[in-house]
């Protein structure tokens, strides 16, 4: 029990952040909140880090909050900590993928939509499990679900709290992709390389643009994607895409000012 409960590993530009409370199938106590907190902003914040990869140990994503230990901290206090977290993955500059195995139920799913992309396997089961534990959504999934599958499919699921799985929330919008279990690892891999290759500045712009523009006018929209071009044009990025086009080549994207 004296192992984190947070894991990083890095490979290459990609660095793996994995719950690691494999004995509570990785649901998250109170003292872990914060800690994944950190461990997220320690990896935007890493200059190598061109992608970031969220999952869980041993064969569960993550169980939600582990509502089993009394913390002896107020509920309010408590549901902070959690909202700090929720706030700092969705502000993450760096692109996520959520690698989910086994369940993601309660904040464990949320956690997951919250990532840009989520990698299923085939044996990945989902809940909002709250109604059924007498709580409501939590970790933005009032925020996320009607989004992401429109408000009746959204209810259907809060309200229910029935277990959704792997092929269903694919169908529903609610998983980038299904795989099987034992290619999970690997399709996850090259998934991560290729956003890793990618131009880091305007894949941030580019996630920024399309989080904010869900809730943006049309005329917002266009003048966000205006400056975003603006601090594209500024980078090295565009011109050595430019310069791989007309010579029939790949680019290689660093991310770095194109000023004097």
Known sequence: MDEPTVLVSHSDA????????????NAIDTGTWPLLAERLREADADERTRAIVLTGADGDFCAGADLSVESGLHPLRRMH???????????LETPTIAK??????????????????????DRARFSQIFAKRGLSL???????LPKLVGLQQAKRIALLADF???EEAERLGLVTWVK???ELDAFVDDTAAALAAGPPVALAQTKALLNEG????????????ARAQAVNFGTTDARAAFEAFRNKTEPEFTGEWGGP
């Open 164 to 166: 959704v799985g792997a």
């Open 14 to 25: 990609v660095t793996t952040i994995t719950l690691n409370r494999p004995h509570r199938k």
């Open 214 to 225: 869900v809730d943006a006018t049309l005329r917002e929209a266009l003048e966000s994607e």
């Open 100 to 121: 989910v195995d086994g369940v993601a139920v309660g904040a464990g799913w949320n956690l997951a939509l919250g990532c840009d992309l989520v990698a299923a396997s």
């Open 81 to 91: 900590l959690v909202n700090r977290t929720a706030v700092t993955l969705h502000e």
């Open 138 to 144: 939590d970790f933005g999934g009032s925020w996320l």
């Open 180 to 182: 099987p279990a034992a």
